[in-house]
Nanobody, 128 residues
Framework: AEQLVESGGGLVQAGGSLRLSCTAS??????????MGWFRQTSGKEREGVSC????????HYAESVKDRFTISRDNVHTILHLQMTNLQPVDTADYYC???????????????????WGKGTQVTVSS
């Protein structure tokens, strides 16, 4: 069965960095047949699209709140998605999820409704 497993979350002080990873396995199609995204959610708030990347990695999008601080990347050979997060702030505290959707398009979506497969999340806590 398709599986996405996030890792790399933890507790960090404001201004610090973390690198999240998402390992994909069990997909019928090749990893590069999927656009990928990172989403986050805190208790009582709606899920927010953080960043996404097209199947080839040539197109990326970011939420305004994380632009210039977060960088998404993917390794299609090793079927891993990354999110490098720098200058983290307390507002970035959330559970972070990776998601996948079949796509051979040139772009990607920050809308969670566009994604078919989800990981269980990794927690990121930023202290002030």
């Amino acid at each position: 069965a398709e599986q996405l497993v996030e890792s790399g979350g933890g507790l960090v002080q404001a201004g610090g960095s973390l690198r999240l990873s998402c390992t994909a396995s069990g997909f019928v199609a090749s990893f590069d047949d999927y656009a990928m995204g990172w989403f986050r959610q805190t208790s009582g708030k709606e899920r927010e699209g953080v960043s996404c990347i097209s199947w080839s990695g040539s197109s990326t999008h970011y939420a305004e709140s994380v632009k210039d601080r977060f960088t998404i990347s993917r390794d299609n050979v090793h079927t891993i998605l990354h999110l490098q997060m720098t200058n983290l702030q307390p507002v970035d505290t959330a559970d972070y999820y990776c998601a996948a959707t079949p796509s051979n398009g040139a772009s990607c979506s920050l809308g969670g409704e566009d994604y078919a497969y989800w990981g269980k999340g990794t927690q990121v806590t930023v202290s002030s």
